[in-house]
């Protein structure tokens, strides 16, 4: 995948639209990124961090009974994970960057709260402190992860405008930012937000493409016919997507949140329903009303529940090298309960969106397909919401035969 142009745009998405309180810690973040992706020895500490701390690389395991196609089903398991998810790969890179800039204190913003954790863990390693700001409907559905923040020694900031939920999150994080930019280092937790974040959580981020090509050749001796992620801002997914962009015979999946159909407020599909405006510094597809306004979202996963989407997804929708699809509340919520019946994996909501497409892909691709679904995270954090969802989950799944 190809870097940005220099005024950060990937094709016509992308840029900078920031207000000039933050020109110049953009500005100087931009010249960090360069130095340090530059040094050989930032790289080396980043990689030590991942491999003795996060635990990489991770597996790609054969998942045998959760599709009821014949198709070949590979798991990129990024729940395995130290903190049980994908976002500690950008973390640790970022909290690298926040300390060669000698910066004193993390923010970060969070929705189902994993990368709030991944934040309050590295700074705990680094001996910074981290505040996190989370919306109070998140705060309510994802009390574990709240709780694991803050054992980590994490502030945590509930954020009650809009719509109490990850864009209000960003909002409050941005607004804190911008009044305190000179010692504060915002880590972004999705490929999202003004140039140059977009560009360097990708590249903290697509390990777990460079893993998962290097395994699937290794073990199968082949590239995949298809690969699955699910998309709310998009890091997992360009992070698993850089692997193959290159290869024109790999079909590349974005699985976006449905939720309970196509109409405002229903859904926080952007590439599916939205059209291109500036949320959050860039410019890219979101959600938003025939005046310019950011509509209200609804996800039943709070990891997808943004209004937005990153530019290089915008980029990847328009040239026509990935698909994106939609998968409703429902879908999502059967492929969660069918994959921890089926394989003894709990995945994580958001990864459950990208679970509810393998049947509907393979099945396009015929019995000799090789199907790659990154399994972003873990889903303890999502049981005690389930639960309280009345006549909602989903039946229990019959086991079937292997």
């Known amino acids: 995948?190809?870097?940005?142009?220099?005024?950060?745009?990937?094709?016509r998405f992308g840029g900078q639209y920031v207000p000039e309180v933050l020109h110049h810690a953009v500005t100087e973040?931009?010249?960090?990124?360069?130095?340090?992706?530059?040094?050989?020895?930032?790289?080396?500490?980043?990689?030590?961090?991942l491999t003795n701390y996060v635990g990489r690389p991770s597996p790609l395991y054969q998942a045998q009974r959760f599709s009821s196609t014949t198709a070949t089903v590979?798991?990129?398991?990024?729940?395995?994970?130290?903190?049980?998810?994908?976002?500690?790969?950008?973390?640790?890179?970022?909290?690298?960057?926040?300390?060669?800039?000698?910066?004193?204190?993390?923010?970060?913003?969070?929705?189902?709260g994993q990368h709030g954790v991944a934040t309050a863990t590295i700074g705990a390693k680094l001996g910074l402190p981290v505040e996190v700001y989370m919306g109070?409907?998140?705060?309510?559905?994802q009390a574990m992860n709240v709780a694991t923040m803050r054992l980590l020694g994490a502030a945590i900031h509930p954020v009650g405008s809009g719509t109490k939920t990850l864009k209000d999150a960003v909002n409050a994080a941005i607004r804190e930012?911008?009044?305190?930019?000179?010692?504060?280092?915002?880590?972004?937790?999705?490929?999202?937000?003004?140039?140059?974040?977009?560009?360097?959580?990708?590249e903290f981020q697509k390990v777990i493409g460079h893993e998962a090509r290097r395994q699937c050749l290794e073990q199968w001796g082949r590239l995949p016919s298809d690969v699955i992620a699910c998309v709310g801002g998009g890091s997992n997914a360009i992070g698993i997507f850089s692997g193959f962009v290159e290869d024109e015979g790999v079909r590349l999946w974005g699985a976006e949140a449905a939720g309970r159909g196509p109409g405002p407020g229903d859904n926080a599909a952007a590439l599916s329903y939205g059209s291109v405006g500036i949320l959050h510094g860039s410019k890219s597809y979101?959600?938003?009303?025939?005046?310019?306004?950011?509509?209200?979202?609804?996800?039943?996963?709070?990891?997808?529940?943004y209004p937005g989407v990153g530019p290089e997804h915008a980029?990847?929708?328009?040239?026509?090298?990935?698909?994106?699809?939609?998968?409703?509340?429902?879908?999502?919520?059967?492929?969660?309960?069918?994959?921890?019946?089926?394989?003894?994996?709990?995945?994580?909501?958001?990864?459950?969106?990208a679970l509810a497409l393998v049947d509907?892909?393979?099945?396009?691709?015929?019995?000799d397909s090789l199907v790659v679904v990154n399994l972003s995270g873990r889903g303890e954090k999502d049981i005690s919401q389930l639960e309280e969802r009345k006549g909602q989950t989903a039946p229990e799944v019959v086991a079937g035969s292997d």
């Open 74 to 112: 590979l798991f990129k398991r990024e729940d395995l994970n130290h903190t049980g998810a994908h976002k500690i790969n950008n973390a640790v890179g970022q909290g690298l960057l926040a300390r060669r800039m000698g910066m004193r204190r993390l923010i970060a913003e969070t929705g189902a």
């Open 286 to 305: 979101l959600l938003q009303d025939s005046d310019g306004q950011v509509l209200g979202t609804h996800s039943v996963s709070a990891g997808l529940d």
């Open 315 to 353: 980029l990847l929708k328009e040239s026509g090298r990935a698909t994106y699809l939609g998968v409703s509340d429902q879908e999502a919520i059967e492929a969660y309960h069918r994959c921890a019946q089926r394989e003894g994996i709990i995945p994580a909501l958001e990864s459950a969106h």
């Open 177 to 202: 930012w911008a009044a305190s930019a000179d010692d504060t280092f915002y880590v972004i937790g999705s490929v999202v937000g003004p140039h140059p974040y977009p560009y360097l959580v990708r």
């Open 29 to 49: 973040l931009e010249r960090v990124v360069d130095n340090a992706f530059g040094d050989a020895t930032f790289w080396q500490e980043y990689h030590g961090i």
């Open 136 to 141: 109070e409907l998140d705060i309510a559905r």
């Open 360 to 367: 509907r892909v393979a099945g396009q691709g015929g019995p």
């Open 1 to 11: 995948m190809q870097a940005p142009d220099q005024r950060g745009y990937f094709g």
